[in-house]
């Protein structure tokens, strides 16, 4: 009896282990992951990045940005690369360009569904890149904890109308100039009014959400002040354009689109089309250009440029570009002395 | 004599304005006729009172906001000339201000 009990209990060892050993042999090894590289569709930027002072050879370059991201890229490309190493000079438009189109991505349908960027060589292309703000927006692993911002602005966006963000400009304005809130009214007219246009009169482009992009930055002195602003919407002379009775259209049609531009600052076109209680932002740009409130105003819009750096008169300031731009950039800037 | 009553934007609205329209934004020149400035003036006409509105205290005024909130009180039905006479304007930090806002009120006369 005590036998036949041993030998049951051995009998289920014996079952128990032959069973672990089982497992053992037949047991799948699992193969190492093989590690997939991420590949990345480069596009280099131009040495001189900036829509004012580069524009045709900046503007393409966005539009190779956009073409690669609304095609079919192949497959094996994970995101796109924005090399930035070559870059020589940057500008603040540029870098508000790029930051349109990179939070605009989301919303288009294609394979490329991220961005990959590098900072350039030369230090102070590297320096604008991490003090303005730009980094802020796109996902990085560069510290920036040490950049002091006294002496600008950050880059700030939105869609709204937004008198609270304006009025931080002011006082960025105010605590570098020493003026007063009384002074300064007319730069509040006018943000304001460049934000209302980016809600009203900037029709939606094809691929980028009408936003506005905001920038100041002061110079060493502290005697200078430029501020840019970008709005995303379609651009004025298409917006101009479509305004237009057969007439207007005739006049202007061979000129170029900087020369829709002029016309909008100069209110022409409202009274043809009798909305005169409308556009009347651009002419009051214009306005505070002409009383010296704001000095090297420059607007790019579509295939149009106006650059007052040079010109007095409106027409004097045409450029027609051959590349378009979707979307209006406002560059200008104040000088202390005036704005005392 | 005549009563005056008073609308000091800076104090009472905003020293922010936006723009034209509510969708716009806040404190848009839409929004502040709609829910202040309208409800005022016709108050105002009831009582066979004027109004003052004083633009100072602020950061200042879009085009927008001032044409959509005086030049849209004409749209809305109201007389530009009944605008003028009962409407008393205050502005000593922008002086060509008033002179904006008349033109909205009488440009709107034109073109009905």
């Known amino acids: ?340 | 004599m005549i009563k005056i009553m008073k609308i000091k934007i800076a104090v009472e609205y905003t020293d922010t304005p936006g723009g034209r329209y509510i969708s716009d934004g806040p404190y848009s020149g839409e929004d502040f006729r709609k829910n202040v400035l309208e409800i005022k003036y016709r108050e105002c006409l009831e009582k066979h009172e004027k109004l003052e509105i004083d633009f100072d205290g602020g950061y200042g005024y879009g085009t927008s906001f001032l044409e959509e909130a005086f030049g849209g009180l004409v749209r809305e039905g109201y007389d530009a000339d009944e605008i003028i006479e009962n409407m008393i304007f205050i502005s000593e930090e922008e002086n060509s201000l008033i002179d904006r806002v008349r033109k909205y009120i009488l440009d709107m006369k034109v073109k009905k």
């Not at chain 1, 036949?4 to 009998?11: E, I, Q």
């Not at chain 1, 149009?304 to 409106?314: E, H």
Request: hydrophobic share 35%.
């Open chain 1, 1 to 340: 009896m005590k036998n036949k009990k041993r030998r049951t209990k051995y009998l289920k060892w014996l079952d128990k282990r032959n069973k672990k050993n089982l497992q053992k042999r037949t047991k799948r090894k699992k193969k190492p992951k093989k590690k997939v590289k991420c590949l990345l569709y480069p596009l280099s930027m131009p040495r001189i990045m900036s829509l004012t002072e580069n524009s045709e050879q900046t503007i393409d370059y966005f539009n190779k940005i956009i073409a690669t991201v609304n095609r079919t890229i192949p497959k094996n490309y994970k995101a796109i690369l924005i090399d930035a190493t070559e870059v020589e000079v940057i500008t603040i438009d540029s870098l508000m360009y790029l930051l349109a189109i990179v939070i605009s991505l989301k919303n288009v349908k294609g394979n490329v569904n991220e961005f990959r960027g590098n900072l350039p060589k030369n230090e102070n292309a590297k320096k604008i890149f991490k003090e303005s703000g730009f980094l802020n927006f796109v996902q990085n692993n560069i510290d920036i904890s040490n950049i002091t911002n006294k002496d600008r602005l950050q880059i700030l966006t939105g869609k709204d109308v937004d008198g609270e963000i304006i009025k931080k400009l002011i006082k960025f304005v105010e605590e570098h100039f020493g003026v007063t809130r009384v002074s300064t009214k007319f730069l509040y007219h006018m943000l304001i009014e460049l934000m209302t246009n980016t809600n009203n009169h900037a029709y939606e482009n094809d691929y980028m959400k009408n936003k506005w992009y905001l920038y100041a930055f002061v110079n060493e002195n502290n005697d200078k002040i430029t501020i840019t602003f970008l709005d995303t919407g379609t651009g004025i002379p298409y917006t101009v354009s479509k305004k237009w009775d057969d007439k207007f259209k005739e006049m202007f049609y061979n000129k170029g689109e900087s020369y829709y531009i002029a016309s909008a600052m100069d209110g022409e076109f409202r009274t043809q089309t009798q909305l005169k209680h409308r556009g009347k932002g651009l002419p009051d740009i214009y306005a505070h250009l002409i009383n010296k409130e704001i000095v090297n105003l420059k607007i790019i819009s579509g295939k149009g440029k106006l650059d007052f750096s040079n010109a007095i008169k409106l027409y004097d300031a045409c450029i027609n570009l051959k590349s378009n731009l979707q979307g209006t950039v406002y560059y200008f800037e104040l000088e202390k002395e005036r704005n005392d």
